[in-house]
């Protein structure tokens, strides 16, 4: 792992000598976790910055508060840790002062940097050129390595986990919280089984525990794509669908799922729209393959809803592995050629204003002939 993370740092510094950049400062945790091991602290929810700095050669250093110094220690392969405390000196912005001091261009993922962040380096360092680098990192990231894939494998099984034990759980009278809350414990429990298979060094520092508002709708609430569980029970005749994509994660590694169920009966136009919502990730999944546009990927779907009388279709997937949302994107705008060992979660849906909603989801990884299911669960039409 910390092969993988040392070999990332010598590709970002490449290229920030390719473009004259000095220094890169990584805040967001995706970022990192990615390059440095380093996860799970408190950060700028509580005032607290982790902060990577990147020189454009030599040592990498990370800014941490000094509570977690003793974990960050633990997980990481980067030997200059900088602790700071509130209340002392500069705290953090002593080490940024020392960092970008004499420097004429400064890296930023610009849209995943605090503001606090940002606020202080136009303050301090006017005259500094501050240069997006969010797009040399996404590259980066595109192609997943062999040990990244089969991380991105056990993650889809702890999806699937949860699935599952949602499925064990639906029934008309059961509340949607109860659902979610068997989502979490089969979840959990799953990334546990996997974790123990190894517990040495850095790997006795994930929790599996599964956690966030679990998005789930039921009956009427089918159009609203992203609602969360209350407390309305599930009724005879209701459709339960679940999207686990903010929840389905192994050792940070990020996928996405998407699931549907009916409970006691399904009306025809229900059977309708979930074959159409199907057929709409299988026309997307059999574009699949190395050498073809992202773009044309989503163009190939968004037709067929087209043809079926729908309207606009926003996007057809993501890239997904240690951000839940990562580039490229199977939308109409993004033309990057997929490549092999590219992640991606690929989505089929339809939603009509009467309550009536079709929909389902997996992550894929493309291989050099199609791809291969990262999720592997049934998703015919099932009524329970």
Known sequence: MFNRMQSKVKDLQKSMTEQNIDVVL?????????????HDYLGMD?????????????????????????MGRAMTWVERLLPWTDGIGEE?????KDAVRGKKTVGLEVH???????SFLAEQFPEVKVVDVYGIMCRQRMVKSPDEIVIMRKAGQVAVAMCQAAR???????PEYEIALAIINGGTRKYAELLAEDQSGVNAFYSPITHDLQILQTGPNMHMV??????????????VYMCFCNLAEFKQMKVGFDRQYFIGSCTKEEEKVYYQALEGQK????????GVKASDVHKASAQYYAD??????????RSVGYSRLEKPELRVDDDTILEEGMTFAVDGAVSLDNGVAGRVGDSIVVTKDGFEYLTVMDKSLQIL
Request: aromatic share 8%; with cysteine; charged share 20%.
């Open 168 to 174: 064990d759980c639906i029934a008309a009278g059961v």
């Open 226 to 239: 992203h609602k969360r569980a209350s407390i309305k029970p599930v009724n005879k005749g209701d459709s």
């Open 46 to 70: 509580f005032g607290r910055p982790t902060i990577a700095i990147i020189p454009q050669e030599g040592e990498i250093s990370v800014v941490i508060p000094s509570l977690e110094q003793n």
């Open 92 to 96: 953090w912005r002593g080490y940024i």
């Open 283 to 290: 026309i997307a999944l059999e574009m699949i393959r190395p």
């Open 308 to 317: 079926q009388g729908y309207g606009i279709c926003y996007r057809t997937g």
């Open 26 to 38: 990584v805040m967001d945790p995706d970022s990192v976790y990615y390059f440095t091991g380093i």
């Open 112 to 118: 995943k940097t605090h503001p606090v962040l940002g």
